[in-house]
């Protein structure tokens, strides 16, 4: 009798043992796949800082949205979308996690021009599906580069000299507007935004 108990309590400790030991197992699972995550999340935000940076310089050389195609223009890895509602123009290109150049199929540039007109992704949100975009791998960063509409003039007063309020402001020579620019990082379902960066250039008046 004193035998049986004692090898059923030696059975309840094993069992007990290995219900601990899983439990243990679940949560460092857990625990390292969240960090892994978080690795690859914090990479790909790196990786988008660093592609709206360097579009922001190209923006501030150029003076058209033309101008900046012909810049980001590497590889066949940039196209102009213009949509047919609100006239609005914006500049796609397609780079890897390496931040090297994606050449744009022609399967992706018929689906990202067909989608100009489609403004829930403006706003960063998701419409559904995270699906790539047809022709496009998952991995790819989509910068677009939104050349907006000419900033309002500061409206003048005879109280108030713009230059003696801002020495240090920048002086519209004649024919140029303040165009107002905004850079996107979003991932390969085009809807996922990663990083956002609004900036403004000058620009010839009637570009």
Known sequence: MKRKQHITAFYLE????IVVFISIILVLTRVFGRARLQSVEA???????TLAQNTAEAVSASGSPQD???????????????????????IITLYGENLQPVEITQQAADRLQSAGSDNSKKDGTKTGKNDPVPGIQPGTLIVETQ??????????TET?????????AMVLEAGEDLVNV??????????????????????????
Not at 43 to 49: I, Q, S
Not at 68 to 90: H, M, P, R
Not at 187 to 205: F, K, Q
């Open 68 to 90: 900046l195609l012909d810049l980001l223009n590497e590889k066949n890895n940039a196209i102009l979308q213009t949509a047919d509602d609100t006239e609005e123009t914006v």
């Open 147 to 156: 050349w907006g509409a000419p900033a309002p003039a500061a409206a003048e």
């Open 43 to 49: 990479k790909r935000l790196t990786a988008a800082v």
């Open 182 to 207: 905004t850079i996107r990082v979003c991932g390969s379902d085009r809807t996922t935004e990663i990083y956002r960066l609004d900036t403004a250039v000058y620009a010839p008046a009637d570009r």
């Open 14 to 17: 094993t069992l007990l043992m």
């Open 160 to 168: 108030e000299d713009p230059e003696a309020a801002n020495p240090d």
